[in-house]
């Protein structure tokens, strides 16, 4: 399984857009980027995954750029309740077929009043 | 999308002792995945839960210390056993949902204090 690299901590200020930058060299040709928050006393939780170029839903975007050795998560206009781990992980295409994620060692978030 | 039960939530344990931490889901499940996460660090899994078969463990843990079960596809516990101060750590479970992508789900763990 591919390694990340993130930053283990960043600070934002409320209404700001964060991007928090990960690194995965060896990214293979099937894998997808995964992005997962966890909020102290809390199971991880879904985010965002993609594959290439440009991925938004209602709670981020993911940019990802052609060579895909790297992705950015963007939180748009952060708030207090932002405040979290971020976990970004990289691995294959299920497929049906279950395949254990491996975490990093994550950015804690702080988002500052 | 798929919800996990864990149980119980927290518990604070005499050392020797052995607890045994549930998970339930609301689905049918091939794999279930038991992690551990120790204070201020990352997921570490320990195992992987197949139903029908023993399970597989990760590089560091082992059964004897760790026994889990998988009865059916939707249930699975983990056992601490022998229970030391450096097992104290939430233990989490967590599981896929259906589809072509890799989205899992966790429980909200159990928090473990080893006293």
């Known amino acids: 399984l591919a390694k990340t690299t993130q930053p283990i901590s960043m600070d934002s200020y409320e209404g700001q857009e964060v991007n928090i930058t990960c690194s995965h060299n060896n990214i293979a040709t099937n894998d997808y980027i995964t992005w997962y928050q966890q909020f102290p006393s809390q199971g991880p939780r879904f985010i965002i995954q993609?594959?290439?170029t440009k991925v938004t839903n209602e709670v981020a975007s993911l940019f990802i750029p052609a060579d895909r050795k790297s992705s950015t998560l963007s939180l748009p206009r952060v708030s207090l309740s932002d405040t979290a781990v971020y976990y970004c992980?990289?691995?294959?295409?299920?497929?049906?077929?279950?395949?254990?994620?491996?975490f990093g060692s994550g950015t804690q978030l702080t988002v500052l009043p | 999308s798929a919800v996990i039960s864990q149980k119980p939530s927290r518990d604070i344990c005499q050392r020797g002792t052995s607890l045994t931490i549930q998970c339930q889901v609301d689905s049918q499940v091939t794999m279930m995945f038991w992690y551990r996460q120790q204070p201020g660090q990352s997921l570490t899994l320990i195992a992987t839960?197949?139903?029908?078969?023993?399970?597989?463990?990760e590089s560091g843990f082992v059964i004897d210390k760790f026994p889990i079960s998988r009865p059916n596809l939707t249930f699975s516990t983990l056992t601490v056993s022998n229970m030391s101060p450096e097992d104290s750590s939430i233990y989490l479970c967590s599981v896929y949902g259906t589809g072509l992508n890799t989205e899992a789900f966790f429980g909200q763990g159990t928090r473990l204090t080893v006293v």
């Open positions: 839960a197949n139903q029908g078969s023993e399970a597989t463990y």
């Open positions: 992980l990289v691995g294959g295409l299920s497929s049906g077929s279950a395949r254990q994620l491996t």
């Open positions: 993609g594959y290439k």
